[in-house]
């Protein structure tokens, strides 16, 4: 039985960089730090960065949860992203958008008031 996300792994073949980067976007260092994987905990869940692994903007789209979707795409844009999905309202006050980091991955964004916190397992 699937219990719910617990980890997104953004590829990163340049670890040091990559890792610089998201301990910036993110504001904390990472709690698992060796040469071959890099962890952050973020709200309970985890960003990883694999350096083996080839970046990209498609497949599988992890939406990290944010408190204000606007300010924060133009913050990630101020560190380096990249534009690729502008903020945009889908329906029930939910607004999502994307950028791309400075390693050419996605890095959805979403700000969800239906967001039930208490249903996190």
């Known amino acids: 039985m699937i219990l719910g996300l617990r980890t997104a792994i953004y590829p990163a073949p ?15 260092q990472p709690y698992f730090d060796q040469p071959f994987y890099v962890g952050f905990s973020v709200g309970g869940f985890e960003l990883g960065l694999d350096p083996h692994a080839t970046p990209g903007i498609t497949g599988t789209q992890a ?55 208490t249903a996190i397992r």
Do not use: C, H
């Open 14 to 28: 340049d670890l040091a960089a990559a890792k610089k980067w998201y301990a910036e976007v993110l504001g904390l």
């Open 63 to 117: 939406l990290w949860g944010v408190a204000n979707a606007a300010s924060a795409y133009m913050r990630l844009i101020a560190l380096g992203a990249t534009e690729l999905e502008p903020v945009k309202e889908v329906g029930e006050g939910i607004k999502v958008g994307a950028v791309q980091d400075p390693f050419g991955n996605r890095l959805g964004i979403i700000e969800n008031p239906l967001f039930d916190k």
